[in-house]
């Protein structure tokens, strides 16, 4: 059975991505998901004194443990500033320090990012999109959620046909390219 490692890049207990993260686990019946907040991998803010004094911390270690027990990373990119937020920056920043890995350990992944704007992320959709395939992210899959308040409710999802018709079809692509290999 195929294995999920999915989270949002954030750490809001309001996140919407978090949401929208959720939302598409439901569609991945039949297999194992590791659904984690990265409230739970909280560290310190990177930097190279601090590596050399400390080494890497414990939760970088946890979390790209899970990244090596994988067989998808799904993530929702939080947008900040038309880039990652601070927090997923941050992790990113530390998994990519460890030695003899790659940061997304050569993982297939689907990215993903909403906002309440009209562009749904897709600054942050396209930073990652060029920069984790150099950092070992083998990304299959894109998806953008734009104006989230006008398109998702708790209760129903995606409620716009168009924009839950591309989901579905990005979905089943993945699954297609999962279960090829």
């Known amino acids: ?17 978090k949401q929208l993260v959720s939302y598409v ?25 601090r590596e050399k004094k400390d080494g890497i911390p414990a939760s970088a270690l946890a979390l790209a443990e899970k990244i090596d027990h ?17 927090a997923f920056k941050n992790t990113f920043d530390w998994i990519s320090r460890i030695k003899g890995r790659k940061a997304w350990g050569d993982k ?3 990215l993903m990012a909403t906002s309440t704007g009209a ?20 990304v299959i899959a894109t998806y953008s959620l734009p104006s989230f308040n006008d398109h998702f409710s708790a209760e129903f999802g995606i409620m716009d046909d168009d ?17 090829s290999d």
């Not at 562009?119 to 083998?138: C, E, M, T």
């Open 25 to 49: 686990l439901s569609y991945f019946d039949n297999f194992e998901i590791d659904f984690i907040d990265l409230n739970d991998y909280e560290m310190a803010i990177f930097n190279v004194d």
């Open 1 to 17: 059975m195929p294995r999920i490692l999915a989270f949002a890049g954030s750490t809001s207990s309001l996140s919407i991505n």
């Open 163 to 179: 924009l839950k018709s591309g989901l579905l079809q990005t979905i089943k692509n993945v699954k297609s390219a999962l279960i």
């Open 119 to 138: 562009r749904g992320g897709v600054s942050v959709l396209d930073i990652a999109s060029k920069r984790f395939p150099i950092n070992g992210g083998n």
């Open 108 to 110: 297939k992944m689907i």
């Open 70 to 86: 994988c067989d998808l990373i799904l993530i929702s990119l939080a947008e900040h500033n038309g880039a990652y937020s601070a």
